[in-house]
């Protein structure tokens, strides 16, 4: 009877007191699954489509005891391993490339447990019918590992026109002929407008307001030459200023200092100082060493009397130097700073005017 009939649970308690051996307290069903407590499953969507079409891979774990853990470290990667599509005439890295990053797990529960999906995106360049093959599913169920396996999964890249092999695509149908329709009586080409140049001839005030932005244009630049022009000329006579101011005060520091040692070093630097300020008075005038008759050939107009005067003293006092019996005297350094300093300030308005003239 229990073999032809499915008996209430009940039964259980009646069969223990019929039962010929020890007494049973309690009976209790043992359920078992009549499948594996997980299933994995791998699909790609759309199953058909054309070269450079966008595809998802779904690999979908259905979870049936909560004591399963996925070990997501052992979890296969699309891409990577057996994980690809093939057969491949190429490198499978080239055909399919992943299409952004990898999407992150989805979860939703169920009745009977829950379902986790890893989704990736790719596409496909290479034609033809494509297989991922079986992946190894790896989790643990209360300390024992196990694996599962997703079966493989197919999908057709064609051209738009090509002999596929799946069922689910329809074989293709030759489409009807056309006719060809009644073209409409052939209507004038409309009148292409005027350009700005023919407008020009036409309409002469075109020219005049064309003139106008020109002319203003170039008066623009023009002005922005100009300025860059002054700034340039204002710099370069900033320098030369500088220069010279630069060069005065070496000069008086040289009279100033003459006093403070007696030597014929002292006597050699008021004349470098002199041969200087004379050159810089009469530029390109004089030679590199002028002597006082190459001054007077040249430039005698330049001076007074009196100023004339102060300058022979100055060369007779510094010619001295180069006699044998030489002696450096304090008096008469301070006397020849003096000289050179009336000089130095009847020649150095000269050289600012002839600066400024440049």
């Not at 169920?110 to 790719?122: I, Q």
């Not at 023009?222 to 060069?247: F, Q, V, Y």
């Not at 700073?337 to 300030?345: C, I, K, T, Y």
């Amino acid at each position: 009877m229990i073999d032809e009939v499915k008996p209430p649970l009940h039964i259980y308690s009646l069969i223990n007191l019929i039962h010929e051996d020890a007494w049973i307290k309690n009976v209790r069903p043992q359920f078992t699954y009549l499948h594996d407590p997980i299933v994995a499953t791998l699909m790609v969507a759309p199953i058909s489509g054309t070269v450079d079409e966008t595809r998802v891979a779904t690999l979908s774990v259905h979870v049936f005891d909560d004591t399963i853990k996925i070990r997501d470290d052992l979890l296969p990667q699309f891409g990577e391993g057996k994980f690809i599509p093939a057969p491949a005439t190429y490198s499978p890295l080239f055909f399919f490339p992943l299409v952004g990053e990898k999407e992150p797990p989805r979860m939703r529960k169920d009745a009977r447990g829950y379902v986790v999906s890893f989704s990736w995106r790719f596409r496909m360049f290479a034609v033809g019918e494509w297989t991922i093959p079986d992946q190894i599913i790896a989790y643990e169920r209360k300390g024992e590992q196990f694996t599962a396996s997703a079966p493989q999964g197919t999908f057709v890249v064609t051209s738009l026109v090509g002999d596929l092999s799946l069922s689910d695509i329809p074989s293709p149908k030759i489409l009807p002929v056309l006719r060809k329709p009644d073209l409409p009586s052939p209507q004038k080409t409309p009148q292409l407008p005027a350009f700005w140049f023919d407008r020009w001839v036409r309409e002469p005030r075109h020219v005049a307001a064309y003139s106008f932005s020109v002319a203003w244009a170039l008066a623009m630049i023009g002005a922005a030459l100009a300025a860059l022009w002054s700034i340039g000329a204002w710099r370069k006579n900033a320098r030369e200023k500088s220069a010279t101011r630069a060069l005065i005060s070496r000069w008086r520091n040289v009279c100033h200092n003459a006093g403070e040692r007696v030597c014929v070093e002292s006597y050699r630097a008021l004349e470098e100082a002199l041969i200087s300020l004379l050159a810089h008075a009469f530029p390109n005038m004089l030679p590199r060493s002028p002597g006082i008759k190459d001054i007077e050939a040249v430039a005698r107009n330049a001076f007074d009397d009196n100023q004339w005067g102060v300058l022979c003293a100055l060369y007779e006092e510094l010619e001295s130097v180069h006699a044998k019996d030489f002696t450096p005297e304090a008096v008469a350094l301070r006397e020849i700073a003096a000289n050179l300093m009336r000089m130095m300030d009847h020649l150095i308005p000269r050289i600012n005017n002839e600066r400024k003239s440049l």
